[in-house]
């Protein structure tokens, strides 16, 4: 059979299925590669499965049984990579996003067997791999959306689920017609392109550490724990830096993050221009439109549109800290920026830094429905969004259409090592703890239940965010408990729609059996948890990012 699919097409679901294994067994093998995604899988495989459904050559059974062989072998892979990637995504993921669902480019429901069939496959291999993930409109019918709780109320992590509402309208901002921005699909993590069309990758080769931009702005532009001077804030030396007004602070949060955006894309272009000669990646450059026809690998220009999103780490750390510094400093006047400072620089410890992180933790935190702080975090988001549209890639007049960068909140498990250079911050975080993952609030931060979350990200603009809006909660078990509960979670996800949610994943379970597996992983060796845009097998993580997932917060009706 293989024999024949070296030549000549697919004459059959299985031989479908095959190929598209085959295809993404190259493309891993040509590059070390990973987030070589399956696109919208429920789409272009149907066509054979309905062939073979209506000819009684298969049966669903049979459809299933090649399915979840296909997800074994999916999750047998993996590739040769450094400590450094291994620590900043731990668990070895390989983002092969497989994605089931949505609108047609018609604008009708594409929901079919296939869409059912590869929840079924998911709940009966429990793998980190492909990553599944679930699209939803208006017009998804309520039982896609049942079997996805169901699924999710297993515990492990999948699937992940993005509106169509939202992200189709965040797909257009780059120019794309409706019809096709219709036809996104997840690649890797949580990152949104469109299959067949896309450049070569979805996230630039750096990432944002707005934490570490915070620590900077606070100490004008001096790295506290080395006393070295990065920038200046205010044009003088040392980190002695005194703000007359919230205005001010806000001024040199933008002043540092257009000089690190810039330093991030001049990086990305000095990898790029490596990557094209050294990285040329042939095979995969013709499966994508354009490449043949003008001769290009997709690093040279070759595909129809170029986009990078750019990743940043922390946003709610900082919009949680500009809140605290606004309300106690300016508004309230209960601290000094030099008092603050002072017990930043001592990790809050002592009488007097105790006093001051508990005026910390007590400001608005994002995550509860509290507009202050809500809007300030927005308004970091803008802050980001309002620099892009100046950045071009190095294939920027070659060829494809865009080249040029937006967003994501997509960091992997880097919001962990991330903060391990981060000093304490004005929200009453301590040195060298996680910053926030991807759009989600700060660790424990919200205290308000689902709704609240909600709420507050839905504040955000996540119809502008085209590069991918991450979005982790955490449920106990008894929250999907029955019959009831499970359908309340299920109104709960579809309510994402009215309350723009880009997207959404959960973890459902108990952190004591997450405490009780870090202090014994060899009685939990299959635990399996969502990790950020992806999911991993528990003992695999580094013990920060365990206690990272421990710490958030467990929600409940």
Known sequence: ?????????????????????????LMMIESNGHSFSFGRFDQYVWP??????????????????????????TNSLNKVRPWGHTQYSGGYPLYSNLMVGGMK?????????????????????GLPEPNLSVRF???????????????????????????DEVVIPAMMTLGLSEEVAREYASMGCVETAIPGRWGHRATGMTYVNFGKILELVMNNGCDPTTGVQLVKVNGKEGRDIDYASYDEVWAAWNQLLAFYSDLAVDC?????RALKYHDADAFASATINCCLERGKTLKNGGAEYDFVSSSNIGPSVVGDSLTAVKKLVFDDKVLTLKQLRDAMD?????????????LCRNAPKFGNDIDYVDNIVADVFESYLKLLPKYKTDRYGKGPKGCGYTMSTSNITSYVPNG????????????????????????????????????????????????????????????????????????????????????????????NILRAAKEHPEDYPNLMVRVAGYCALFSTLMPEAQDAIIARTELSW
Request: charged residues 25%.
């Open 346 to 358: 001592s990790n809050f410890d002592g009488i007097e830094g105790a006093r001051v992180r508990k």
């Open 268 to 272: 990305d272009l000095v990898c790029d």
């Open 105 to 125: 480019p018609d604008g009708t429901d594409g929901t079919n067997d296939l869409s059912y069939l590869s929840l079924e496959a998911m709940a009966l291999t």
């Open 420 to 511: 391990f250079d981060v000093g304490a911050t004005p929200d009453g975080r301590l040195a060298t703890m996680p910053l926030n993952e991807g759009a989600s609030p700060c660790l424990g931060a919200d205290k308000e239940g689902p709704t609240a979350v909600i709420n507050s990200i839905a504040k955000l603009p996540n119809q502008k965010i085209a590069g991918g809006q991450l979005l982790n909660m955490k449920f106990t078990p008894s929250a999907l408990e029955g019959e009831d509960n499970l359908e309340k979670f299920t109104a709960f996800m579809e309510a994402g729609r009215a309350k723009n949610i880009f997207h959404n994943q959960f973890n459902i379970i108990d952190s």
């Open 48 to 73: 054979f499965y309905e062939a073979d459904i209506n000819s009684g050559k298969i049966s669903k059974e049979k459809a299933l049984e090649i399915l979840t062989h296909f997800f074994i072998m």
């Open 1 to 25: 059979m293989f024999a024949h699919l070296m030549e000549g097409k697919a004459r059959n679901f299985w031989e479908a299925v095959e190929t598209v294994y085959l295809t993404h067994l």
């Open 137 to 163: 409109s208006k017009d998804t019918p309520h039982s896609l959306m049942q079997d996805s709780a169901k699924l999710i109320r297993k515990g492990f992590g999948m699937p992940s689920i993005f509106c």
